[in-house]
């Protein structure tokens, strides 16, 4: 599955923006407060016109705090995946299952330094692991090749039966750094600017789809 990212898009156009990926699996909506990370980008109004725009599932990444507050109205608003931080808050459970009830997948996501094994008891109550490859808060950065144990050892277990979830990777994903995601087992692939610095970046997500799928090793 490839996730364009708009955080590389042209803000002016988002529309446009978004037709010009129709063939995405999903649409990938970073939302930053200034708070949890060091940017400002858009929120949920923002992302209530954007659902009137395009039929591609949005995925939205909540780089913010307080999640259990703010998480839930993506959900409301038709959000196909919502996601929030490991690291801001004290009871993750709690937040994915209002997201949950609220008619969206749950997403847990964790910043490239934080370990992946204190949550692997509780990654049964989330639909989706986001494992971050890049500091999160900017795009264009250089991708970071350590955090793919995080999703190999969370693909043993997703293979072995013992969780059901999607494994998601975001940060300078490319054409030099998708097979080697891929070959790790990570599923959903979110590229932003090696989307939307290209002419056709419709055609782009066709060849992030091909690359990954011939070095899966799943």
């Known amino acids: 599955m490839i996730a364009p990212s708009i955080l590389s898009a042209d803000f002016a156009h988002l529309a446009d923006e978004a037709q010009a990926v129709a063939g995405a699996d999903w649409l990938h909506v970073d939302v930053m407060d200034a708070h949890f990370v060091p940017n400002l980008t858009l929120g ?85 692991l986001l494992v971050m490859s890049v500091e999160p808060g900017f795009g264009g950065q250089s991708f970071i090749p350590e955090v793919l144990q995080k999703a190999r050892i969370v693909r043993n277990l997703v293979d072995s039966g013992e969780l059901r979830l999607l494994v998601e990777i975001d940060g300078g994903i490319n054409a030099d750094t998708i097979e080697a995601a891929a070959a790790a087992g990570v599923d959903c692939f979110v590229a932003g600017s090696a989307v939307y610095s290209t002419a056709d970046p419709g055609a782009t997500v066709q060849k992030l789809r091909s690359q990954a799928a011939s070095a899966w090793s799943h």
């Open 44 to 128: 949920l109004p923002v992302v209530e016109s954007l659902l009137k725009a395009t039929e591609i599932p949005l995925d939205c990444h909540l780089m913010i705090e307080d999640p259990g507050r703010w998480a839930p109205p993506y959900a409301e608003a038709g959000a196909h995946n919502v996601t929030f931080h490991a690291e801001a808050t004290d009871d993750p459970i709690a937040v994915a299952r209002d997201i949950r009830a609220a008619g969206a997948k749950a997403g847990l996501s964790v910043k490239p330094g934080t370990p992946i094994e204190p949550y692997l008891e509780i990654l049964r109550e989330f639909d989706t």
